[in-house]
């Protein structure tokens, strides 16, 4: 039987994520690394051809995502461990449904990625730019394969740990 147990942030309201706030971007903008858009206020996946210039907005301006930033700086907002004697025989198929989720948080928030995995010990560790991805991927873990999982926000910083196991 599964044990699913959370601790949930009480006070996340003062917890911001530090490469978003507090950053102008020129609307648009192009991210030179993977080529995400800023436009009409929001990190977009769309063709440079789509966004319309006005007057004032009479060119694209290039500077890298929050999410390339965090990538350069190694700066890890979720992390999700799975250990177990399931994920070690089953690891190549549940790679592929890390990646597949993965790609379908790009679709959703572009802002969404995969820092690094790990292999470590006999687990292994993903490493996100966002806690909603390490949430999603530990969701879709559980969901998939069932095993427990534990849910663990730090309350001085914006991090989620995600802890899956399956013997």
Not at 108 to 119: A, S, T
Not at 131 to 157: D, M, N, P, V
């Amino acid at each position: 039987m599964s044990i699913i147990r959370r601790q949930m942030r009480e006070t996340s309201e003062h917890l911001d994520d530090p490469y978003i706030g507090g950053v102008e971007y020129h609307d648009p903008t192009r991210c030179p690394v993977c080529g995400v858009v800023y436009n009409k206020k929001r990190w977009q996946f769309i063709d440079e051809k789509d966004i319309k210039l006005s007057d004032e907005n009479d060119y694209i301006a290039e500077a890298k995502c929050p999410a390339c930033r965090k990538i350069e700086d190694h700066y890890v907002m979720g992390i999700v461990e799975l250990s177990g004697d399931f994920i070690l025989l089953h690891r190549d198929e549940a790679m592929n449904l890390i990646k597949n989720e993965e790609a379908r948080e790009m679709e959703k928030n572009p802002l969404g990625r995969i820092i690094g995995i790990e292999e470590k010990e006999g687990k292994i560790y993903i490493e996100t730019t966002n806690e909603a991805l390490a949430l999603r991927l530990g969701r879709a873990l559980f969901k998939t394969y069932k095993g427990s999982i534990e849910y663990k926000f730090s309350e001085s910083q914006k991090l989620v740990r995600v802890v899956w196991r399956r013997d």
